[in-house]
């Protein structure tokens, strides 16, 4: 997102500095998951390439929203979203997955109303309200976030081992998002004539 973002939006050219974190930090993503890598064998490389047309995609997708649909309501543009993968998303799980039993039970609803509304409806509505305000780039830092609070609240609810990759990978992860996000001197994502005006 950032990449596309440095190309294709005015106003968030990416200086040295930022490319940096973002390269630190994917560094720390991957000493993170290294341990599940190592288990799952070389097998899941050409598995995790794959997985990544995922979020080069849904990036393509935020930066046009930005560049076309800024003004767009947050609230329409996620609707819009969340429908069309419900029926891709339903015909693809009947075709494939039809006959498998489903068991209602509290945890499962109570797990579904979860998702659907705190994760999907309010939190994607949010982001996209967001993305009127905020650099692509740094909207972009959540996917690093993610996994660090993930395995935050694994160690302090479900007592997970934290390791010498955990930690590193951590740091590396802060280090990036802070190269990233921190204004140190002129601001990376105002454009030049504004910074100057600022002074």
């Not at 693809?92 to 209602?104: A, F, P, S």
């Not at 993610?146 to 479900?158: C, E, K, Q």
Request: hydrophobic fraction near 50%; include cysteine.
């Amino acid at each position: 997102m950032g990449i596309a973002g440095h190309f294709f939006l005015e106003g968030e050219r990416l200086v040295p500095r930022q490319m940096l974190g973002f390269l630190i930090g994917f560094a720390g993503v991957v000493v993170l998951f290294s341990t599940d890598l190592r288990n799952l064998g070389p097998g899941a490389i050409g598995a995790g390439a794959i997985l990544l047309l995922s979020p080069t995609v849904y990036a393509i997708g935020t930066v046009f929203i930005k560049k076309r649909a800024a003004t767009t309501s947050s609230l329409l543009l996620n609707q819009r979203g969340m429908l069309v993968a419900c029926v891709v998303l339903l015909g693809l799980g009947y075709g494939t997955e039809g006959d498998q039993q489903v068991t209602w039970s509290p945890t499962a609803i109570g797990s579904v109303l979860y998702l659907s509304i705190v994760g999907t409806a309010v939190t994607f509505s949010l982001y996209y309200w967001l993305l009127r305000y905020a650099p692509t780039y740094k909207l972009s830092l959540i996917a690093y976030i993610i996994p660090v609070i993930a395995l935050t609240l694994g160690a302090v609810l479900a007592d997970e081992p934290v390791g010498v990759e955990t930690l590193l990978g951590t740091g590396l992860i802060l280090l990036g998002v802070s190269l990233v996000s921190l204004r140190l001197g002129r601001r990376a994502d105002a454009p030049a004539g504004e910074a100057r005006g600022q002074g």
